[in-house]
């Protein structure tokens, strides 16, 4: 618990910034779900067959993953708040559009024939009649989605829009349980006041004499007015206040430049050490989209113009993006050959490598090496079928990870439980798995004391860190260059795994050790 209580002091300014974001953001995507649910759900109570194809196709977006909708709309959107707030309006859309559309239809078609014997043209008797009758049922499906919307949100961080999901995205990479709770409390407390909100506004705008959603009878107290028209003011003013804060176009200056990262601790590092040297060296505002997704979001973010710079690995490069295989005898060979075909292909610009190689490996614990007398990798071969593989999820799908293994080594494990991040860690630490996927330089190895097979066929390729640009981004400005390869060569393995070392093991931040660093080599001041 003190430990927690640490984090949370420690962290406090940080948790506050990324409440803020993740209230607007979710904010934003009920205020647009309410809008286009009800008014859908309206408009479909006059064509019964519309009325099944719009609930069918809203049945449908809710079986389809959160990350495979955020995967289809990155290529189209872009990374940051867009794609998180559609991907939320999106599983909103459900409950709002089924209960506004129920509500209506359910309505006495006595009470109808009433109002239309008076007279009432079908306007009125829509905004007098139907729809304060129909209110509770259709807070009860803003509600749900209000909730879901705050759960979900989470997963922005996925995609660089921020939010409480950076935390627990972070604790997840850095095996670090109180970071996960310091952004897995906050988002169930502000699920709840979101649910308590919606309540107060379902009570302001609910007739009297009828049943709320919670089946009570609706009896307002004029002297609560006030305090529910205050309530619904600071929402309407924070909706406004994030309009301007969300990126539905983008707002970076002309002098702005956007530095991203993949989600794992290293990346993390080495692209706040980046933004640092930028920061130091030009007069550029530097923004920074860390902790984006894998290497289809972070590639994909760079090659749409979202971001103009990251660091990623040669044998990514290669064999990932341009689906090629290693046939090159020496790193040097590899590097030349991304270098082209990203210029040309791309039009990205690959620089001069930071000097480290962050290959891939497998590794085992100490146990299972002693049990079975393990060295190299081909040694898996006469025990496969008893050994669990705990890979990333990642790794488990690319042709240079375990799918090139199973290949190359004629391995047939027992089962593969893909996972993500350092959960991988946590799951051959407790005997879920036998063998995971590693990078050389993680500081993890050494603090589970894992042993790394050797590579007897080296299958994984080189994977040096490069800094990739636009090309339009260096010709705009050309000092960037230089400034970049500061660090050129300058970061080994040790260093990397030291560095990643004091962030997964001693706990701090990746900015503040990426800081420290260049501090201490003289980089910056």
Same mark, same amino acid.
């Not at 974001?21 to 408009?43: D, P, Y």
């Not at 959107?77 to 506004?100: C, F, Q």
């Not at 990251?310 to 040097?332: A, F, R, S």
């Given at each position: ?70 995967? +289809? ?132 705008? /609910? ?20 305090? /529910? ?18 990126? +539905?176009?983008? /707002?970076? *200056? ?129 025990? %496969? ?15 240079? *990870? ?29 005997? %879920? ?93």
């Amino acid at each position: 618990m003190q430990e927690f209580i640490n984090t949370l002091i420690m962290k406090k300014e940080e948790l506050f910034l990324l409440c803020i974001e993740h209230i607007q953001l979710t904010a934003v995507a009920i205020i647009m779900s309410v809008l286009i649910g009800v008014c859908l759900g309206i408009f479909i109570t006059k064509n019964k067959k519309m009325a099944s194809i719009v609930i069918g196709v809203a049945n449908l977006m809710q079986s389809i993953p959160s990350l495979a909708i955020l995967g +289809f709309l990155i290529p189209i959107v872009g990374i940051g708040a867009k794609p998180a707030i559609i991907m939320v309006i999106l599983y909103s859309i459900l409950p709002i559009v089924k209960n506004t559309y129920t509500a209506l239809m359910n309505i006495n078609p006595d009470t109808i024939e009433a109002a239309k014997g008076i007279g009432m043209t079908p306007r009125q008797i829509l905004i007098k009649i139907k729809i304060p009758l129909a209110m509770p049922v259709i807070m009860a499906g803003v509600r749900i989605a209000s909730v879901t919307a705050v759960g979900l949100m989470t997963i922005a961080a996925f995609v660089g829009a921020g939010g409480l999901g950076y935390l627990v995205f972070s604790g997840i990479q850095t095996v670090n349980n109180h970071l996960i709770l310091l952004g897995a409390i906050p988002a169930a407390i502000l699920a709840l006041l979101m649910d308590y909100v919606i309540g107060v506004i379902e009570k302001s705008v /609910t007739p009297n004499g009828i049943k709320g959603s919670n089946g009570e009878l609706i009896i307002k107290n004029s002297k609560k007015t006030p305090k /529910t028209v205050i309530v619904i003011l600071i929402i309407i003013g924070l909706s406004v206040g994030i309009l301007g804060k969300v990126n +539905f176009v983008k /707002t970076t *200056g002309k002098d702005t430049i956007v530095i991203g990262s993949k989600n794992f601790t290293e990346q993390l590092i080495v692209g706040s050490m980046l933004a640092y040297l930028i920061e130091e060296e030009t007069d550029l505002n530097v923004e920074t989209k860390l902790n984006l997704g894998g290497t289809q979001v972070a590639f994909g973010a760079l090659k749409k113009g979202d971001i103009d710079l990251y660091v990623d690995y040669t044998g990514t490069m290669l064999v990932n993006v341009l689906g090629e295989e290693n046939i090159y005898n020496t790193p040097e060979e590899m590097y030349t050959r991304v270098k082209e075909q990203y210029r040309e292909k791309f039009g990205i610009e690959t620089l001069p490598t930071l000097g480290f190689n962050n290959t891939y490996a497998l590794a085992v614990r100490p146990d299972t090496k002693e049990k079975y007398n393990l060295k190299t990798i081909s040694d898996l071969k006469a025990i %496969e079928k008893e050994l669990i593989a705990g890979t990333t999820i990642e790794f488990a799908n690319r042709i240079d *990870g375990l799918i090139g293994v199973q290949e190359v080594y004629d391995l047939n494990f027992k089962e593969v439980k893909a996972v993500d991040g350092a959960l991988r860690y946590s799951a051959i630490d407790s005997g %879920e798995s036998d063998v995971i996927d590693v990078f050389k330089t993680d500081g993890l190895v050494e603090e589970f004391d894992l042993v790394v097979l050797e590579d007897d066929k080296n299958f994984f390729a080189p994977y040096y860190a490069v800094p990739l640009v636009r090309e339009d981004t260096l010709i705009k400005y050309p000092e960037l260059e230089k400034v970049l390869e500061t660090l050129t060569g300058q970061i080994t393995d040790q260093d990397m795994m030291q560095l990643n070392y004091r962030v997964d093991v001693q706990g701090k931040a990746p900015e503040k050790v990426a800081h420290d660093f260049l501090v201490e080599r003289g980089y910056i001041k």
